[in-house]
């Protein structure tokens, strides 16, 4: 069974930092899109970032760039998003998922196939 599982989440201050951690089982994420999502309350699921299949694009939406930062350990069939300098704003339900063949640079959602449970990450003082 494909599967994506997300770990990490919390609640911390703004300024701080957290890594979020998306294993995945079944599959080889190595072969698909990947991307990291999250929905606010009362909001729309939104892109934070995605790789595309062949690993030679990633993209970031401009609320995050420069302060949150995607990777992925082959080895350990594991892709994580690293988050630095939190706002209030980001405060979110983040989901990892794996898609393709077909990849857009803005990330959206309805390319995605496969989706994790999500976890919760809440930034207030």
């Known amino acids: 069974q494909l599967q994506v599982v997300e770990s990490g989440g919390g609640l911390l201050q703004p300024g701080g930092s957290l890594r979020l951690s998306c294993a995945a089982s079944?599959?080889?994420?190595?072969?698909?899109?990947i991307g990291w999502f999250r929905q606010a309350p009362g909001k729309e699921r939104e892109g934070v970032v995605c790789?595309?299949?062949?690993?030679?694009?990633?993209n970031y939406a401009d609320s995050v760039k420069g302060r949150f930062t995607i990777s992925r350990d082959n080895a350990k069939n594991t892709m994580y998003l690293q988050m630095n300098s939190l706002k209030p704003e980001d405060t979110a339900v983040y989901y990892c998922?794996?898609?393709?063949?077909?990849?857009?640079?803005?990330?959206?959602?309805?390319?995605?196939?496969?989706w994790g449970q999500g976890t919760q990450v809440t930034v207030s003082s």
């Open positions: 790789i595309s299949n062949s690993g030679s694009s990633t």
């Open positions: 998922a794996a898609g393709g063949p077909h990849y857009d640079s803005t990330c959206p959602p309805y390319l995605y196939d496969y």
């Open positions: 079944g599959f080889t994420l190595d072969k698909y899109a």
